[in-house]
């Protein structure tokens, strides 16, 4: 089965590069079954021709769908949809909901329900003092020496530390900046061992009072307080003053 050329064409307000429209355009007709396997392609010459397009760019698209499975080259013979391409899967809406499923209410120990959460305008950065935290200023974020230090991570002689997974470590180049330049600032001391890269505050947070923390223990928090500190506390069913 052929494909025929009209089948395909580009959008006028379509995003991304020429390449990129022609990837997804071929993407979504297999994901929808519009394409079946073994199905023929246009040669990239005639979708070339029939998008208004040059042929390295339909050709481009082609070996980037070929190297993700969705596309096979067979030499002189063009391209097909590949048999292993992904597909959606395809649910049955005509069947009910299933009965004798688990009793999630009665397997999870805690409710995960707490105080509702922090409502913040859509426009908050209009304001000229939002009180918004976990957000970056961008005027006086750094952002040169950001991108410096971003394409330093991501040049071939930094990428292995990047992508390097240490286990139960943490990066010891970080902990070591911090145990010698941040903390003495604060008054703090500590050994390598002593400090613990988080995800943030509120991982933090969530961490000490998972191991702190339970029914019969008293936590004393300042008022106000960070906004998650009390759906942690309230979580590990705790005393909170």
């Known amino acids: 089965m052929a494909i025929p ?14 390449q990129q429209q022609i990837q997804r355009m071929v993407a979504e007709g297999i994901l929808s079954g519009r394409f079946p ?3 023929r392609l246009p040669s990239s010459r005639k979708l070339a021709e029939h998008l208004g397009v040059s042929r390295i760019t339909v050709t481009l698209a082609y ?3 070929v190297a993700s499975d969705y596309v096979e080259a067979r030499g002189r013979s063009g391209y097909f949809v590949s048999e292993g391409a992904p597909r959606n899967p395809v649910f049955d809406l005509r069947a009910g909901p299933q009965t004798g499923g688990a009793d999630w209410s009665r397997l999870i120990g805690r409710s995960f329900i707490g105080p ?13 003092y939002p009180f918004i935290y976990g957000q970056a200023d961008p005027q006086l974020f750094d952002h ?3 991108r410096g230090a971003a394409l330093r991570a991501l040049g071939p002689r930094e990428f ?4 390097h997974d240490a286990y139960e470590q943490d990066d010891p180049l970080l902990v ?6 941040i903390l003495p600032r604060r008054g703090i001391q500590a050994r390598p061992e002593q400090i613990l890269i988080t995800m943030g505050a509120q991982n933090a947070l969530w961490m000490a009072a998972e191991i702190l923390l339970g029914q019969r223990r008293v936590a004393v928090h300042e008022n106000p307080c960070y906004p998650g500190l009390r759906q942690i506390l309230a979580h590990t069913r705790c005393t909170a003053v």
Do not use: K
């Open 63 to 65: 070996t980037d769908l």
């Open 176 to 181: 070591e900046y911090i145990r010698r330049h």
């Open 5 to 18: 050329v009209e089948t395909f064409f580009l959008a006028p307000d379509g995003e991304g590069t020429l």
């Open 144 to 146: 040169h020496n950001w």
């Open 37 to 39: 396997a073994d199905a």
């Open 116 to 128: 509702g959460r922090i409502e913040r305008p859509a426009n908050w950065r209009s304001h000229p």
């Open 160 to 163: 292995e530390v990047l992508a």
